[in-house]
Structures are given as structure tokens and as C-alpha cells.
């Protein structure tokens, strides 16, 4: 990620990574930027999950796979929560 800005209250990241720019103008944008990109990423991660439980396998890992899943299904709420609480926050 670069970062660019002419201030400390103007943040400007454009991503490298992804096919979309993405840019905050304060940290409370950048913040739940952030988190966004983060509970999309989780989203990703869950559903690559959720197939790998489908395909036969050892008990051992289908439990482990399954912790993973409700980890990261608590991420994600944790992700989608903090923008509002960011916003919400003087």
C-alpha cells in the first residue's frame, strides 16, 4: 500500500493490491476502510473454508476447520461492527 497526503489530518492510501483505489480523508475514514477491507478478506477466507469442510477428510481436521469457522464468523461480526462504532464516537 502507498501512502500519499499534503497533512496529518489527510490520508490518502492507494492500494497496489486490489483492482479498486481506495482513499480516506481522515483517520476515522481510514479506519473503517480498513475494516471493511479486512471483513471482506475474512468473508474470503470463511467461504474457502466452508468448502474444504464439504470434501472428505479426518475428523481431526473437520474439527479444527470448524473452530476456524466460528473464529473467523466472529471476525467478520467484529469487522462489520467497529465502522458504525467508529462513526458513532465523537
Known amino acids: ?21 481506495y482513499c480516506a480523508m481522515d483517520t476515522t475514514q481510514l479506519g473503517t476502510l480498513i475494516m471493511k477491507l479486512e471483513a471482506a478478506n475474512a468473508k474470503a477466507t470463511l467461504n474457502i473454508y466452508n468448502e ?19 473464529a473467523y464468523k466472529y471476525a467478520i461480526l467484529s469487522f462489520e461492527m467497529v465502522p458504525s462504532k467508529l462513526v458513532e464516537d465523537p
Open 1 to 21: 500500500m502507498q501512502w500519499q497526503g499534503n497533512s496529518k489530518s489527510q490520508v490518502l492510501p492507494k492500494s497496489t493490491f486490489h483492482s479498486r483505489s
Open 52 to 70: 474444504i469442510i464439504k470434501k472428505p477428510g479426518s475428523p481431526h481436521i473437520l474439527k479444527a476447520l470448524n473452530c476456524c469457522v466460528e
